[in-house]
DNA sequence: CCTGGGACTTAGAAAAAAGACA
DNA sequence: TGTCTTTTTTCTAAGTCCCAGG
């Protein structure tokens, strides 16, 4: 098994006190069953973010049209300001009403009294400013870039590992969140809100005792070092937007994030065995007497066959108007008893996690279509649609039909079961290796499309199609010239009847075999390109899809496992591709 | 039961790096 | 060898779920 980290040569500024290995695969050893995590834990802490550095005196700010100097605490958060000048957010409301409540916290009193109108402030100058920087660092030469590079790979190898249980781990986000504007996702009431530069203070630590404690700044303290083997963080803070704690953890290629991965979907695969048992208790509940048996046996068949999240309550007015299925409002479907020829369908139309919209039009059971009529009757559309249940409500029944089971189990349960079954439905062994490859990342897509991952289309997209289309009429073109030149070699051979005129038919066949191929690959490509305009494959690839299955499916049909996992998916999966077997069954 | 805190996974956008191309 | 495009990596927000304490 190979297991690689990058290794500069030279050795680092500084050695973690305990002797390691870096090639160990994890998933041969035995595991901790008791909540414990670990029983040594060692690193450096974390890397704070650079210190504020005052804009030059030739970059100026302008309030109301005249030149005004600000003092270094106003021009930084100016500059959070200016750095995002292009950006839709800062025509925002919202954004710009929490944006100047909390810049003019950060103003001397002087400043406060003039500066009362964010419509009045000029910060193109700062916005140059920091393009021309932008634009400065990528026109640095060969010799500079690499004077920085060699720099983060300094600190990557000071700061970017720890070490767990006898081995070296690549720690996640080894780097402090920087200072900035708050930017939240969809409608967010606290977009524009200034994020707080972290200082050591505000750090607690976590390892064990018997390690080489990380030392805080010079003249500085961390808020607290603790030694919690019953958790993965190594540091942890609070953030000031939310009030929620932030963490450093692990690299996914760690033991301690592998491990949960795999159970994961070990988890799922128990739900195989059980779902139709599953399936027929809540087809039964449907008919309850009681009210809060129905809804959770509709809620639950919605998780099911829709691959919703469970939806817990949110707190109003502190984050985006986002759901999932247990929170979903009246509003939120609208039910037809007769659409486009099918009887009882469901429209679906709300805002998921980071405030994606699901649309969905779905053709239901009459029971769960009566039921939904009954659950809407007499409610406003701003009411819950499960006025009795609630995500604690429904996991506490999962709980009891298996244990461990939880709403977000059906999720990858669904994820790997329809990888699986569209793997096996499309590809042929007979197909070469891009065909495969298409009809993974369609398999991929059918998994995307359930879990309703979108992205926004890239906004060069028309374009790269356009370019593609260029390619492939290119190519298309080569290929009649080929043919061409083909047939007038076999009408030479034909006359000439000769050892060389026949070696020139067989070599111009073997060009225009070799340009068809060349065809055939860009028109996949492009097919594929313009499937997954709106569609992010990434997602489910990396968090639903039991990487097993796609190995099992490169093994049995030859894909090399570059095609489909890249270096750091091959990390991350590493147990599955060491595991793995070409027979494999999710 | 209900609430809030805590720990952890999942998510798309943006930045950076790599690759293709002229 | 720079320039444009595509892929990979980083970033950090936004979910899920559990638990303690009232």
Known sequence: MTFEFVWIPKPPAFSLSATVSVEYAWWEEERYTDGVKWKFLEHKGPVFAPPYEPLPSNVKFYYDGKYMKLSPGAEEVATFFAKMLDHEYTTKDVFRKNFFKDWRKEMTSEEKSKLTDLNKCDFSEMSEYFKAQSEARKAMTKEEKLKIKMENERILQEYGFCVMDNHKERIANFRIEPPGLFRGRG???????????IRPEDIIINCSKDSKHPKPPPGTKWKEVRHDNKVTWLVSWTENIQGSIKYIMLNPSSRIKGEKDWQKYEMARRLKKCVDRIRAQY??????????????????YFIDKLALRAGNEKEEGETADTVGCCSLRVEHLTLHQEMDGQEYVVEFDFLGKDSIRYYNKV??????????????EDKEPEDDLFDRLNTSILNKHL???MDGLTAKVFRTYNASITLQQQLNELTT??????????????ANRAVAILCNHQRAPPKTFEKSMQNLQTKIDAKKEQLADAKRELKSAKADAKVRRDEKSKKAVESKKKAVQRIEEQLMKLEVQATDREENKQIALGTSKLNYLDPRISVAWCKKLGVPIEKIYNKTQREKFAWAIDMAEKDYEF
């Open 429 to 442: 062994s007979e197909d070469n290796v891009p065909a495969k490859i298409l009809s993974y990342n369609r």
């Open 187 to 197: 409608d967010h009431p606290k977009m524009g809100m200034l994020k707080r530069r």
């Open 283 to 300: 087809r039964e509940d449907w008919k309850s007497k009681e009210m809060r048996i129905r809804q959770r046996a509709v809620a639950l």
């Open 399 to 401: 709980q009891e039909l």
């Open 363 to 376: 053709p239901v059971e009459k029971r769960v279509f009566k039921n939904l009529q009954l659950f809407m």
